[in-house]
């Protein structure tokens, strides 16, 4: 069975891509601060597998750390833990963040040391335990607005925020 960390694993597109995970055989480790999310959206991801699979009311595939990726001891003990229990992290999908443009003008340094200071803190976690695979989302805000609204990694980059102080 593949491990998968998931870090904002509470979180709206972080708890449906739990559940698609766990539907497909892996074992998910979550970690979220609940700041912005709450645990209740895991427990319904739970209820939803188990409705479809007639299991019981947990998951042993599914395990849950409570901390904020910018405490790199945090992330350590986490690493470590998983690590500990035989199980090799083969992957990470990285959703844990802020968002909201608007708020990122008011309070700037928050997002610095959520989004780029975390990051950092677990690329750096990740190199210390030789777990290379990552997935990183970021927001379509990154790209040029287009009419029909469909982006790829192809799409012209220009950050709104960009857009926001050029105006």
């Known amino acids: 069975m593949k491990t998968i960390l998931l870090t904002g694993g509470a979180g709206f597109i972080g708890s449906h891509t739990s559940l698609v995970l766990l539907e497909k055989g892996f074992r998910v480790y979550v970690i979220d601060s609940f700041e912005n999310s709450s645990e209740k959206s895991l427990n319904r991801v739970l209820d939803i597998f188990n409705s479809k699979h007639n299991t019981l009311k947990?998951?042993?595939?599914?395990?849950?750390?409570?901390?904020?990726?910018?405490?790199?001891?945090?992330?350590?003990?986490?690493?470590?833990?998983?690590?500990?229990?035989?199980?090799?992290?083969?992957?990470?999908?990285?959703?844990?963040?802020?968002?909201?443009?608007?708020?990122?003008?008011?309070n700037p340094l928050l997002y610095w040391k959520t989004n780029v200071a975390g990051t950092i803190n677990?690329?750096?976690?990740?190199?210390?335990?030789?777990?290379?695979?990552?997935?990183?989302?970021?927001?379509?805000?990154t790209y040029k607005h287009k009419?029909?609204?469909?982006?790829?990694?192809?799409?012209?980059?220009?950050?709104?925020i960009l857009m926001a102080i050029q105006n």
Not at 122 to 141: A, P, R
Not at 149 to 159: A, G
């Open 58 to 106: 947990s998951s042993p595939n599914l395990s849950i750390f409570k901390g904020d990726i910018r405490n790199k001891n945090f992330l350590n003990e986490v690493f470590s833990k998983i690590l500990s229990n035989n199980n090799k992290i083969d992957g990470i999908i990285h959703f844990a963040g802020v968002k909201s443009v608007f708020e990122s003008f008011q």
């Open 122 to 141: 677990l690329l750096e976690t990740m190199i210390k335990y030789k777990c290379k695979d990552l997935v990183f989302s970021s927001s379509e805000t």
């Open 147 to 160: 009419d029909n609204c469909l982006f790829d990694e192809k799409s012209k980059l220009s950050p709104l």
